[in-house]
């Protein structure tokens, strides 16, 4: 009897010292995750590199994966929509964490026009990830509550890294002569009320701008003597070289599910500046 109770003490014990399985919609979620749970968690992300949170489908070693997974972050990603039901009826034991809470969510711009949609790309904004972290570090604790100190520290660490961070885009963008930047799709809305910039997007949903559409998108960006299109390498980019080659000027990747977090929105927020000082 005594050592069938060490055995099972020790099961218990060794199933705790395991990192947790965690699955994230997408690679920057990957990333918060990762900082926060360090040794602790075993990541998984659902959106492959190259994808669109729009239309992904899990792959069949996924939902294998997801079967034995502890916790499911979730941003607000279209794709959510349809599988939470089917991944919670595979995993009923899968713990799934909003980390939108305590954010206060924006709609999609549709050509510079507001949009019923609520805009899932939070993490754009290094404030509003702090926010996230808060919400990791809650939901790993529950998990873990012997890690909770080591789960904190980990988060104001790079709670730090993302302060520091918000102040070189603000020395990069407050003072701009222009306040306008062109994208293919909308996913800098959060990024652009952050630092009082406006995002005008030429598509929405996947769907091209109609003809009049297209033509009063043009003549803005002549008039505005816009120069830089920014497009996401998850969405074909023929319609915005068109645009492009229309104003004389040019299509720039960046993308918004990058995993190198810090260096990608400095990346991004220094294409800005460049293309309003080219204007």
Known sequence: MRAFLFSLLLFFGTAQAQPLNVF????????FVEQVGGDHVDVHVMVQPGHSPATYSPSPKQIELLSRAHVFFRVGVPFEQSWLTKLSSINPALVIIDTRQGITLQNLEEHGHGD????????????????????IVDALTELRPQY??????????????????????????????????????????YFA??????????????????????????????QQGIKVILVQPQFNINLAQRIADEIGGRVVMADPLSDDYINNLKRVSQLIKEASSHE
């Open 193 to 222: 009320h952050e630092y009082h910039l406006h995002q005008v997007a030429i598509e929405h949903e996947g769907k091209a701008p109609g003809a009049k559409s297209l033509a009063r998108i043009m003549r803005q960006a002549k």
């Open 24 to 31: 994230v919609s997408v690679l920057p979620l990957k990333t």
């Open 148 to 189: 909770q100190s080591y789960f904190a520290q980990n988060a104001r660490a790079y709670k730090s890294r993302l302060v520091e961070l918000d102040g070189q885009m603000h020395e990069l963008l407050d003072n701009l002569s222009s306040r306008k930047f062109y994208v293919f799709h909308p996913a800098w809305g």
């Open 116 to 135: 019923s949609e609520l805009d899932p790309h939070i993490w754009t904004s290094p404030v509003n990830v702090q926010h996230m972290l808060d919400t």
